[in-house]
C-alpha cells in the first residue's frame, strides 16, 4: 500500500505541473500575436493603442436684443490638434441660432456676403449670408431655440484655418463669427 501511495503522489504532481505549464502566459510563435499558449485569447483592446479621444470645443451662440442688437459666437478653445472634434453649441441668445463649420483661409471676419436665401445661394444684391461651398460641418435643422444645445463631432478634421458662423440672414454681420485653428 506504501507503494501504490508514493506512485499516486507522483502522478498528481506531474499533473499539476502540465496544467500549470497550459496556463502560462508566455506568446505562441505559431498561433499568432493575439493567442496565448493554449488557445487563450488576449482582448484587442490590451494588444493596440487605444484610439484618441475627440477634441471638444465649446462653441456659445449668444444676442443682446435678438436681431436688432450685436451678436457673438464664441469658442473655447479655439484652436484643436488634428483629428476628431465634437463641438458642443450653445444658444444663451434670444432667438435661433445655427453654427457651420467652414475650411477657409480667408479671415473669420473677411468673407464675403455675397449670398442669400435657404440654401445660401449667390445674389448680386442684397446679400445677408456667406458661402457654405466650404461647409464641412454644422448644427444642422431645426435652428437652436434659446437656451437649445446641440453637439456634433467632425471625424478627422484636417490641419488648417476654419471659421465658424452663425449663416442666419444677417447674423454673420452682426457679429457671429469666429476662427479656428486646428494644428
Known amino acids: 500500500m506504501r507503494r501504490s501511495l508514493v506512485i499516486g503522489v507522483g502522478v498528481v504532481a506531474l499533473g499539476a505541473s502540465g496544467l500549470l505549464s497550459a496556463c502560462a502566459s508566455t506568446p505562441s510563435s505559431t498561433s499568432g500575436g493575439n493567442t496565448l499558449e493554449g488557445g487563450v485569447k488576449i482582448p484587442t483592446a490590451l494588444t493596440t493603442p487605444a484610439t484618441k479621444p475627440a477634441t471638444t470645443v465649446h462653441v456659445t451662440l449668444s444676442d443682446v436684443r435678438g436681431a436688432a442688437g450685436p451678436m457673438s459666437l464664441t469658442l473655447s478653445p479655439n484652436t484643436a490638434p488634428a483629428g476628431d ?5 450653445n444658444n444663451t441668445g434670444t432667438i435661433e441660432h445655427e453654427a457651420v463649420v467652414l475650411k477657409t483661409n480667408t479671415a473669420f471676419d473677411k468673407l464675403p456676403v455675397t449670398y442669400a436665401g435657404d440654401p445660401p445661394a449667390p445674389v448680386k444684391t442684397g446679400g445677408d449670408k456667406v458661402s457654405e461651398d466650404t461647409n464641412i460641418g454644422e448644427t444642422g435643422d431645426p435652428n437652436l431655440k434659446p437656451g437649445d444645445t446641440r453637439t456634433f463631432t ?26 479656428l485653428t486646428i494644428g
Open 85 to 89: 472634434v465634437t463641438f458642443v453649441v
Open 154 to 179: 467632425i471625424k478627422n478634421m484636417t490641419a488648417g484655418n476654419y471659421v465658424l458662423v452663425c449663416n442666419l440672414a444677417g447674423h454673420y454681420t452682426h457679429g457671429m463669427r469666429a476662427a
